[in-house]
């Protein structure tokens, strides 16, 4: 017989027991598992997110944090993250779950390939709080995805950082096109969870960001573009703190120049962050005169945390109004925690330091009564939770016929017959099969973009060398036959001066590619056989860059991707061009100062995939890891320049997508061989140089190193 556990340990007990799950609300049934018949693929690349494997955890504020004590909440499946912890009275939708709750929880899940808002309620069947656990009892986990039935759902979306209050719930949404290339689909809603009734809380024309309700539920505070929009801001987004009436977005008045992530103390205290003067990233308070009198000049601001350390996505304590919880970045290390600080003593206390040193920690929430601290971190392998392991995620397509897959790797690219995938996974060049089966190292070095010989079995092209490089340096293509045992590869240019991005021709006699041998990145095309010595003649000529060329299933054009319009400026539109080198027009003109690469065809040829930066950046970047264009989204348009599309809706950096000739089953596929977990980076621009031992501020490092 087991001995009986005493009460005290039952955190301990928490990790020796699966959770019982019951999901309330199913699902629509997956439509269709074969697929439709004449479909195609597309499969794109996120920087890092493969890897995240994110769960949230929660520790108590009281006691000093212990890995004992840390609790993991969610269910160990998919990326859960931006926790919440309602009110245990706030909502109707509470009441259906048992007196004896530990924990509620709402945050967002990617779980079946869409972003989606759920309520976890963990408890145990027990009537009877006084009598002893057995510990053979298991807790119950309540599931329910909170939107289900309200219209939005037909349209894919990304949400964000939900609340409940009330019967509502607050979050962000990007079901509905801002309409202006370069402008957010990132808007604040609330929808009744009763009835699925949902409200626009962000006016038409604007986008609003990291919405906080306040204790009362009366007001909603948000980080806004307000009218001047995004202007290709990475680091620090230009936001503003509004303030409006929950119950219909009125009253909506600025209350905060410049900041981001708003959190309510009480009824007329905001906790905001933004990157100080001195470089450093700061919380800051904001004390709201009587609410209805508001207005930018009324409200007295306050730096709160000290420079000499970054602090940054606050969340204040409404029960106990003592202290707030931060993610900080401190010199000595290189990993973002959570700690809790006392704003009268102005001390900081360590939450997630002392339980997992090497980890990164995200986005702090206080239970109601102050008890709680929650956070989300990668679960890695020793956690309880189970890897995300997955070669090709399926992600739920907005096109019925259109299976959409992030791949755990870059510059993927299709075989011929679409049985296979080549991609990149720095440094190596890998080939697999589509079922995720037979995995192969093909070539070891650095390496960037893949694509097949279209009549040559198992020739892959690809360039050999750093990427974004400049003009000289040594970049060369090869031809690797992927069939043959000795991987003997071919190199195809001689120069050594940028020569990248392959692309055969249909007959498979002919290879396009950009090279900077002129001393500008421009357009060449060679025998893909016998590469330059064969023969080679130039596209395009001008001083500006042409790159990441792609050939046209029947023969007939070549799109590219090109800063023409601003040489030199990062702003790319996409062009297209007969081979001959007629009939040279542009395809997506992206906005101003816009983002549009990595164009690659349809199988039919029709219609054209890329990254794009057309619908800007839907969170605040310091709320994720590291991307470098939290931006990218991926988009389909029709050759003929018409019907723009977004296919992905996230806060995440998608790009180098490729598009295959058949339709894969819009299902996971595993990863072969585990690959290491958590091996993400936090954003860059929070590294903190020393020179010599002497602080140089935070600002040394990022500027000297990756200054525009
Ligand atoms: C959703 O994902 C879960 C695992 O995360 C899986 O068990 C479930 O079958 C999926 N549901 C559908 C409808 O695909
Ligand atoms: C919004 O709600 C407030 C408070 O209930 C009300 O006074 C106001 O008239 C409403 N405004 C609109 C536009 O519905
Ligand atoms: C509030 O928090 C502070 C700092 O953690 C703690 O010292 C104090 O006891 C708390 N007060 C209450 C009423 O819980
Ligand atoms: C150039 O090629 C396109 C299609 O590939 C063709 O329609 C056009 O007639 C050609 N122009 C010349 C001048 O050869």
């Given at each position: 017989m087991r001995p009986q556990k005493p009460l005290c340990s039952f955190f301990f007990f928490f990790f020796f027991f699966f959770f019982f799950s019951l999901i309330l609300t199913l699902y629509p049934?997956?439509?269709?598992?074969?697929?439709?018949?004449s479909g195609t693929s597309i499969v794109f690349a996120t920087t890092g997110r493969s890897r995240y494997a994110f769960d949230i955890y929660t520790v108590p504020?009281?006691?000093?944090?212990t890995n004992a004590n840390e609790?993991?909440?969610?269910?160990?499946?998919?990326v859960n993250f931006n926790g919440h912890f309602p009110s245990?009275?706030?909502?109707?939708?509470?009441?259906?779950?048992?007196?004896?709750?530990?924990i509620n929880l709402i945050y967002v899940t990617e779980r079946n390939g869409s972003s989606n808002i759920y309520l976890d309620a963990i408890y145990y069947?027990?009537?009877?709080?006084t009598r002893r656990r057995s510990a053979l009892q298991v807790p119950i986990r309540v599931q329910i995805?909170?939107?289900?039935?309200?219209?939005?759902?037909g349209r894919i979306s990304m949400k964000d950082r939900p609340s409940l209050v009330g019967e509502y719930l607050v979050y962000v949404s990007t079901?509905?096109?801002?309409?202006?290339?370069?402008?957010?689909?990132a808007a604040v809603y609330s929808t009744q969870?009763?009835?699925?009734l949902t409200r626009r809380l962000t006016p038409y024309g604007v986008a609003d960001l990291s919405p906080a309700v306040s204790p009362s539920g009366v007001w909603t505070a948000v980080a806004s573009f307000g009218?001047?929009?995004?202007?290709?801001?990475?680091?620090?987004?230009s936001t503003d703190i509004y303030v409006f009436l929950t119950?219909?977005?009125?009253n909506r008045v600025k209350v905060v120049e410049h900041g981001g992530w708003p959190s309510w103390a009480d009824e007329s205290t905001l906790y905001f962050h933004r990157r100080s003067d001195d470089g450093w990233w700061s919380v800051y308070r904001a004390i709201l005169p009587?609410?209805?009198?508001?207005s930018v000049g009324t409200v007295v601001i306050q730096r709160v945390t000290p420079p000499g350390l970054h602090v940054f996505t606050p969340a204040a304590s409404t029960a106990n109004r003592s202290f707030i919880a931060v993610a900080t970045r401190r010199p000595d290390s290189e990993f973002r925690h959570i700690e809790l600080f006392?704003?009268?003593?102005?001390e900081f206390r360590y939450v997630t330091r002392p339980i997992a040193p090497q980890n990164h920690h995200f986005n702090p929430f206080i239970s109601p009564d102050s008890t709680r601290v929650g956070y989300h971190k990668c679960r890695g392998d020793s956690n309880g939770g189970k890897p995300e392991n997955l070669l090709l995620e399926n992600i739920q397509s907005p096109v019925p016929d259109i299976s959409l897959f992030r791949v755990d790797g870059s510059f993927p690219s299709f075989s011929p017959e679409g049985d296979r995938i080549a991609y990149v996974s720095f440094p190596g060049l890998y080939v697999v099969n589509r079922?995720?089966?037979?995995?192969?190292?093909?070539?070891?070095?650095t390496a960037f973009s893949s694509g097949w010989d279209?009549?040559?079995?198992g020739v892959v092209y690809t360039a050999v060398g750093p990427i974004f490089?400049?003009?000289?340096?040594?970049v060369d293509i090869i031809s690797i036959n992927?069939?043959?045992?000795?991987?003997g590869y071919k190199k195809?240019?001689?120069?050594?001066?940028?020569n990248a991005f392959p692309s055969a021709s249909p007959d498979g006699k002919l290879l396009v590619f950009r090279s900077g041998r002129s001393g500008h990145k421009n357009l060449y095309i060679m025998d893909?056989?016998?590469?330059?010595?064969g023969g080679i003649h130039r596209l395009t000529e001008g001083p500006w860059t042409d790159t990441m060329c792609n050939w046209s299933p029947d023969g007939d054009w070549i799109v590219f991707a090109s800063d023409?319009?601003?040489?030199?400026?990062?702003s790319f539109e996409l062009y297209m061009i007969h081979?001959?080198?007629?009939?040279?027009?542009?395809?997506?003109?992206?906005?101003?100062a816009g983002r549009t690469n990595h164009p690659w065809f349809s199988p039919d040829g029709k219609t054209i995939v890329f990254t794009s930066d057309?619908?800007?950046?839907?969170?605040?970047?310091?709320?994720?890891?590291?991307?470098?264009?939290?931006?990218g989204d991926i988009f389909t348009i029709r050759?003929?320049?018409?019907?723009?599309?977004?296919m992905t809706h996230n806060a995440y950096e998608d790009g180098t997508p490729t598009w295959g000739p058949t339709y894969m089953r819009a299902v996971d596929v595993e990863r072969p061989n585990d690959g290491p977990q958590c091996s993400f980076e936090d954003c860059h621009w929070l590294k903190i140089s020393r020179n010599q031992g002497v602080e140089v501020g935070p600002l040394g490092f990022t500027e000297a190193q990756c200054g525009r």
């Open positions: 049934a997956a439509a269709d598992h074969e697929g439709p018949s504020t009281v006691d000093p944090p609790l993991r909440i969610t269910d160990g499946h998919s245990p009275t706030s909502s109707s939708i509470l009441s259906i779950i048992p007196n004896q709750t530990l069947d027990s009537p009877d709080h995805p909170l939107l289900g039935s309200e219209p939005s759902i079901h509905e096109d801002s309409g202006v290339p370069r402008t957010s689909w969870l009763e009835t699925g009218e001047r929009g995004w202007s290709g801001e990475v680091e620090e987004l119950r219909n977005g009125s009587e609410i209805g009198a508001v006392d704003v009268d003593s102005n079922d995720g089966s037979n995995r192969r190292e093909v070539f070891t070095g279209p009549k040559r079995k490089a400049t003009e000289s340096t040594k992927v069939d043959d045992d000795k991987l195809l240019t001689t120069g050594g001066e940028n893909a056989v016998d590469g330059e010595m023409r319009e601003n040489p030199g400026s990062g081979p001959n080198g007629t009939g040279l027009r542009q395809l997506v003109q992206s906005g101003s057309y619908s800007a950046v839907s969170a605040e970047p310091i709320s994720n890891p590291h991307h470098y264009g939290p931006y050759s003929d320049g018409s019907e723009i599309r977004r």
